[in-house]
């Protein structure tokens, strides 16, 4: 692929699926908040931008992956934006999770001055996202997506085209919703078992591979039954995620009690007295 690739964002998710990138052998230019976080990609071969609008300026495609949605509109929009270094003809690629809403905006936006934009939420934490393992949901121009798809294969295994802008946004909100039911159950259950005196491993055994099998399940319910609390996802940015599944619900006068549960438990976590704030289960 000739095209210069762009990355702005190199967190917990960002820094991995750069990496595979770079690896695949894309041209890349980094940038991120946090200077010392490229040092790593620059010292394998990565160039480093001066700011969003340099790192435009330097690419064809622009791949974004920063928190929430004010983050996305500050690197995009901002006064040293994506907007103000890109061409006309480039592609913004947004793999946040962010609203469907402001995503379909700063399309709009972008396409007043010729610029393309794909919303690519992704999920597989980041065990998926250094692995390449990653799930992509897209949203946008199927001819957009096409011309993306050898990067989102260097960073992902299931890659699906959604629908048009923010389509990518709602289906990783969905993502959310059945994340956080299954972990909440996965939960009450391995409670459950523990206190009915049952070999919590042979119960697993027993039931990992039929009906009530998922990702969480077995991937999740061995490191709880060992106690492995090893940090991976902030609770900070889980909540985030529920947020904006529930203000899409409320908008949509989606009823959501089991989410809305989810999201006020992690509140209590966010008040309780303890840093940093992390959780265990990925997503």
């Not at 940038?31 to 480093?48: E, F, I, K, P, S």
């Not at 949203?139 to 050898?150: D, S, V, Y």
């Not at 492995?228 to 609770?235: H, K, Q």
Request: charge should be negative; aromatic fraction near 6%.
């Amino acid at each position: 692929m000739s095209e210069r690739l762009g990355f702005i964002g190199l967190g917990i998710m960002g820094q991995g699926m750069a990496a595979n990138l770079l690896n695949a052998g894309f041209p890349l230019t980094v940038w991120n908040r946090t200077v010392t976080r490229m040092q790593d990609l620059v010292g394998q071969g990565a160039h480093a931008g001066a700011s969003p609008a340099d790192v435009a300026e330097r690419s064809d495609i622009v791949v974004i992956c920063v928190n929430d949605t004010a983050d996305v509109q500050e690197v995009v929009l901002g006064e040293h934006g994506v907007i103000h270094g890109a061409r006309s003809g480039a592609l913004v690629i947004d793999c946040s999770t962010i609203s469907p809403q402001a995503t379909r905006d700063m399309a709009l936006a972008l396409s007043e001055v010729g610029i393309f934009m794909l919303d690519a939420p992704v999920s597989g934490g980041s065990e998926g996202a250094a692995k390449g393992a990653l799930s992509i949901m897209v949203g946008g121009e199927r001819e957009q997506f096409e011309r993306a798809l050898p990067l989102f294969q260097a960073m992902g295994k299931t890659i699906t085209h959604i629908g048009g802008h923010g389509a990518g946004q709602t289906a990783k909100l969905v993502n959310q919703v059945l994340v956080v039911g299954n972990c909440i159950a996965m939960c009450e259950a391995l409670l459950f078992a523990q206190a009915g005196g049952v070999d919590l491993q042979k119960t697993y055994n027993a039931i990992s591979q039929g009906a009530a099998g998922s990702w969480m399940f077995t991937n999740r319910a061995p490191q709880i039954m060992q106690r492995d609390w090893r940090p991976g996802f902030t609770i900070d940015l889980q909540q985030k995620d529920l947020r904006l599944v529930l203000e899409a619900a409320d908008d949509l006068g989606v009823p959501l009690p089991v989410t809305s549960l989810v999201f006020q438990l992690y509140r209590t976590l966010q008040n309780a007295d303890f840093t940093p704030r992390f959780r265990v289960n990925l997503l």
